[in-house]
């Protein structure tokens, strides 16, 4: 086989075409490695092996036997289907107005959802332009303002501020270690300033919380659509509440100030551990179903495999007009310049096997397996069916009736050559004497049939 014959121009194209395609593939790699272990944001992804990451928690959560996975679709109805219990930890990318309503929707149909508010860009970037601009100058407040400010609310979305609010608690408190609760049931202050709720089920069995931060809930911590909405405290300091436990319809709420208790560093520190599995258990029994960590929102969507999302992009975007163009182009320059992909190859006939050839495969077989009596009793059949045919014999005659009309016909006495071969087919014999007894009867067929 010969390689296909390419120009000078299409070797250069194709070389080209490699090295674009191999570099791909190597700042691929390098941007997206297989196994995500960290980044340099910390983000409480249960992808994240590292202190901040939540690894721990969902792999403690899978060994217990709870049906865990994770959610990296837009929440919508499709993707909370089957899903009892939903944590979304202070997310990054910021939930859009249809998801908002969408959860709280499915909070309302007897659901659970475990959340640590985040905050979205639009948060940072208010917070940047308050510290950018002087004390003293007033805060624009007109139409185009609210407009504006709108307008990025829609487009960057929320991290639950229009929920909870969250901040850093009152300088010069010292932020305790650990939180402590009591044996008996009700509130518990010890001496440290913690207060832990030990009559709430999610309480159960804890004797140490660690926080991790100097992050509460401000005051009203309910904003929005839950400000209303019942709630109760289960854990807090002398720093603010941490967590709290919010009635909405049929379902519940559980936020959390800060998401370092389900952090893989956070979890094993003092009961935090226990206090994830309180919530699962507890609140598994309000709302059965999958346990869902919430992933797309900290920027890890279920993406397609590269080179097919690079063809969607090519084949969906503002660049699937060029692409196409591109295709015909290529065609077209193909059909014009009549571009092979190798020569033609010429038909190559095998010449036709000859009897002979056969006949001396045969030979050499049955001679180099010492099977004389075999060929002696295959060539004594066939030269006997050829004589009863030429005589006009029935094929059961026997060597008298042969002899007989052999005799006849064409005066040979052939009575010992066939009384021979009939010994032959019975015995060992030799290649010089097998050859003797098969020429002696090829010479009688052959007089016979041609009348000599």
């Known amino acids: 086989m010969s390689l296909p014959r390419l120009s000078r121009g299409d070797r250069l194209l194709w070389s080209v075409v490699l090295v674009a395609t191999a570099m791909t593939a190597l700042v691929t790699w390098l941007l997206l490695p297989p196994e995500k272990t960290g980044g340099i944001v910390e983000r409480p992804s249960t992808f994240y092996n590292v202190g901040f990451g939540t690894k721990a928690a969902y792999l403690a959560l899978d060994r217990l036997g709870y049906p865990v996975k994770r959610l990296r679709r837009p929440i919508s109805e ?59 100058a007033p805060e624009p407040s007109g139409p185009s303002q609210r407009s504006r400010r709108s307008e990025l609310r829609r487009r960057l979305g929320t991290a639950f501020e229009d929920w909870f609010g969250v901040g850093r608690a009152a300088a010069g408190r010292e932020q305790r270690p ?28 804890i004797r140490h919380l660690v926080p991790g931060s100097d992050v509460r809930f401000a005051k009203p911590a309910l904003r929005g659509p839950l400000a209303n909405a019942p709630a109760k405290t289960f854990w807090k300091d002398e720093q603010g509440t941490f967590g709290l436990r919010v009635i909405d319809g049929d379902g519940a709420i559980v936020a959390l100030a800060d998401a370092y208790p389900f952090s893989n560093l956070g979890i094993g520190e003092a009961d935090n551990g226990l206090l994830l599995g309180n919530i699962v258990r507890e609140l598994s029994r309000l709302s059965p179903g999958d346990i869902a960590f919430d992933e797309y929102h900290l920027g890890f969507p279920e993406r397609d495999w590269s080179p097919v999302a690079m063809a969607k992009l090519m084949l969906s975007g503002p660049w699937r007009w060029a692409a196409a163009q591109a295709l015909v182009i290529a065609v077209l320059a193909l059909y014009a310049g009549a571009v092979r992909f190798g020569s033609p190859r010429d038909i190559t006939r095998k010449p036709r096997r000859q009897h002979r050839e056969f006949a001396e495969a045969a030979g050499r077989l049955l001679d180099e397996g010492r099977a004389t009596s075999l060929a002696a009793e295959t060539l004594s059949r ?35 050559l066939l009384a021979q071969a009939q010994g032959a087919a019975t015995r060992r014999v030799g290649r010089q004497e097998l050859l003797t007894i098969a020429q002696g009867l090829h010479r009688v067929v052959e007089a016979i049939d041609h009348g000599s």
Not at 98 to 116: A, D
């Open 78 to 136: 499709e993707t909370l289907a089957g899903i009892g219990i939903l944590f979304i930890l202070k997310p990054s990318v910021g939930l859009q107005d249809y998801e908002m309503k969408e959860l709280e929707g499915w909070v309302r149909q007897g659901h659970v959802l475990v959340v640590v508010p985040g905050r979205s860009e639009l948060r940072i970037a208010e917070k940047r332009g308050r510290a950018a601009t002087p004390p003293e």
């Open 178 to 205: 650990a939180a402590h609760a009591g044996d008996s049931a009700g509130v518990d202050q010890s001496a440290s300033g913690v207060e832990l709720d030990a009559s709430d089920p999610l309480g159960a069995g």
């Open 382 to 416: 066939y030269y006997r069916d050829r004589l009863c045919r030429a005589l006009q014999l029935e094929s059961e005659a026997d060597n008298a009736r042969l002899s007989q009309a052999a005799l006849a016909r064409s005066g040979q006495d052939i009575a010992r």
